[in-house]
């Protein structure tokens, strides 16, 4: 676990340079699930961070938990081990480091995190919280596709994450559609998150451009990325691959939302060799609701 400091009331301290950070909150991660989704997410909140020196970011304190079961296979029956009360103690574990507020950069997991809020007072801000509120924040403001809003939005994500219906939920609260791939597409994105990100393979979104394709055909104005793990193979895909549709990334949503919740400034896009803005990719800076017991 790398703990950036905190007081037990979630408050940073004060600067080595003296200035105050009262108002700044230190964010606890519940990592692992999975590893390099877990540090994409950190090199995301620090790039998309407004800062001049080491005390304008974020803080954070990680716990990289690895082992938590995993959490397509309970939800789709093929395993009894329940990620839930794991994911719950790692809540309660962050909070005694002091953090103030707790992010779940994990879109399967979403559907644990009722448990993980009841663990503890500490507001819970979640990957698909913050990136159905991007969309429709984006949708409320200007069209997604070239005729006008968006009616349904595209979701690429693990057969758990499909199965257990929280984007659906969601999106469907906010009069949204959700269109999912059928089965040779979805193989296509279980591979790419299993065999290729996961295993240490890597891979890029090109593998699934005929995915897209079909979404688009069906009527999707965006594509959300709903797992960590194909936020990593877009950010490994050349920008002139990127699929020609507005893309929704649920990694850089919860990023950016983290930062703003933390007290920081979301960083100006002027910097791109900071930023590292891609082509297709949604930019929001919705207010997201925390989740609290």
Known sequence: MSDAG?????????TQAGGSRAD??????LGGIGPLATVQFMDRVVRLTEAARDQDHVDMVVLQHASVPDRTAFVLGRSADDPGPVLADDARRLARAGAGLLVLPCNT?????????????????TAVDTTVSAVCDTLSGHPLGP?????AVGLLATEGTVASGVYAEAFGARGVKTLVPDAAGQAAV???IYDGVKAGRGGDLTALAAVVADLRSRGAGAVVLGCT???VAAQATPADRLPGVPLVDSLDALARATVLRAGGRLRVPDRPELARPRRGVLRSRARVPVRTR
């Not at 905190?6 to 004060?14: E, P």
């Not at 005729?147 to 009616?151: D, I, K, L, T, V």
Request: no cysteine.
């Open 109 to 125: 997991a979403q559907a644990f995190a009722g448990p993980v809020a009841a663990a503890t007072p500490v507001p819970l801000l």
């Open 190 to 192: 279980t591979a790419l």
């Open 24 to 29: 700044r909150t230190l964010v606890g991660v």
């Open 147 to 151: 005729g006008g809003p968006a009616q």
């Open 229 to 231: 793990e194909l936020s």
């Open 6 to 14: 905190g007081r037990a009331d979630g408050k940073a301290g004060r």
